[in-house]
């Protein structure tokens, strides 16, 4: 019988629409390689949804995904409710798929849900997706390791900017901290500029990073997963934006150009795809996972680390979609070795309730 393998995508963010472009794909690449596919849609609202006709992007028109029945992951599968709210049907699941972009479903949810759900995921775990979910953390752990970030300074309110002493010289670009997808995005040559940036990054989110510009930059893609035990890292890419930094426009309607491989020095490329694998090494990761890289002459600088990257990245590791379906297998079958190994652990169960008298937690006393 052929695996059933539930692919989650949407999420409560603002990146859920291109969410959908990332796990339809997913979906009818494994369909098409002969996995039977659970789509699993999380709305904007946060109601979860099912059905085979989430494989088709004409469904998410207009809210047509609406009409899907609910659905709720648990006890190893997904669980189908009718119009009552009734259990109307379960798929026992053999892997699950991150897909979703931006918010809490990328930033750990949705693996702290498969995880309570006991079901094998083949995406970034818990606490990478956490902390690189945050571009704050993400500056945080990199330098615990020892690895080059651009100068920044992170502030959470216009108050704080004030009184910020740690404001690189301008230019500067100002990001949301938890955003992706360039919401927020803007770059600032003086005071007035940087205000109005940081006013508005801070209507998406809660905090930005101030970041020093720079002016001759090159943005370097490198993506890296792990099969057979093994972290693969793709060739380099380099991204050609149009203006200072990359719109939500250019990189989701017009498409983005790029060279691939990347016309880089070999010392600079093999620099970039030895620190893509040892980070990756070193945090003990899974999944698919994008590093975004600036150069600045001969210095390499990560910028961002994307644990679900818009379309998987298919584009960095593979030669088109059939060839990118010997990648997902890759991760899939990684994923189940992993959760079995996690599986045969032992788990203790040390009777100290039977200690306990029973009106222990209403007085206090033991």
């Known amino acids: 019988m052929p695996k059933k393998i539930a692919v989650v995508f949407g999420g409560v963010s603002n990146e859920n629409e291109i969410s959908v472009v990332t796990g339809t794909m ?58 009552r709210g009734k259990l109307k049907k379960f798929d026992k699941v053999d892997c699950a798929i991150n897909c979703c972009h931006g918010g809490a479903a990328e930033g750990g949810a949705v693996c702290g849900l ?33 690895v080059k970030t651009i100068k920044y300074a992170y502030v959470k309110s216009l108050e704080q900017l004030d009184s910020c002493g740690d404001i690189p010289q301008f230019p500067v670009i100002v990001k ?44 370097i893609n490198c993506a890296a997963y792990r099969a057979g035990g093994e972290v693969i890292a793709s060739e380099c890419e380099e991204p050609l934006a149009k203006g200072d930094v990359f719109s939500y426009e250019e990189k989701y309607e017009g498409g983005v150009k790029s060279v691939f491989p990347a016309d880089i020095p070999l010392h600079i490329s093999q620099l970039i ?39 998987l990245s298919y584009y960095l590791l593979s030669g088109g979609f059939k060839d990118f379906k010997r990648v997902l297998d890759g991760v899939i079958a990684q994923a189940e070795e992993d959760f079995k190994a996690f599986k045969s652990k032992k788990l203790l169960h040390t009777g100290i309730l039977e200690n306990l008298s029973s009106n222990a937690c209403k007085t206090g006393r033991k």
Do not use: H
């Open 273 to 311: 795809k030895k620190t893509t694998a040892e980070v990756y090494s070193k945090l003990n990761a899974r999944g698919i996972v994008r590093f975004d890289y600036i150069l600045d002459g001969d210095e390499v600088y990560v910028s961002e680390i994307n644990t679900v990257p818009g379309s």
């Open 114 to 146: 498969c995880a309570v759900a006991g079901i094998p995921l083949a995406s970034a775990g818990i606490f990478e997706s956490s902390a690189f979910i945050d571009k704050y953390l993400t500056k945080l752990v990199l330098s615990a390791l020892g």
């Open 26 to 83: 997913a979906i009818n690449i494994l369909k098409n390689g002969g996995y039977e596919v659970i789509p699993f849609f999380i709305s904007q609202n946060g109601t979860c949804r099912t059905g085979g006709g989430l494989s088709e992007i004409a469904n998410f028109k207009a809210g047509k995904f609406a009409a899907f029945p609910r659905a709720i992951m648990a006890d190893g599968g997904v669980y189908t409710l009718n119009k």
């Open 176 to 219: 949301p901290v938890n955003l992706g997808s360039s919401i927020g995005v803007e770059r600032a040559d003086d005071e007035t500029q940087l205000k109005e940036a940081v006013a508005c990054g801070l209507t998406y989110d809660s905090a930005v990073i101030i970041e020093k510009y720079v002016e001759n930059r090159r943005e």
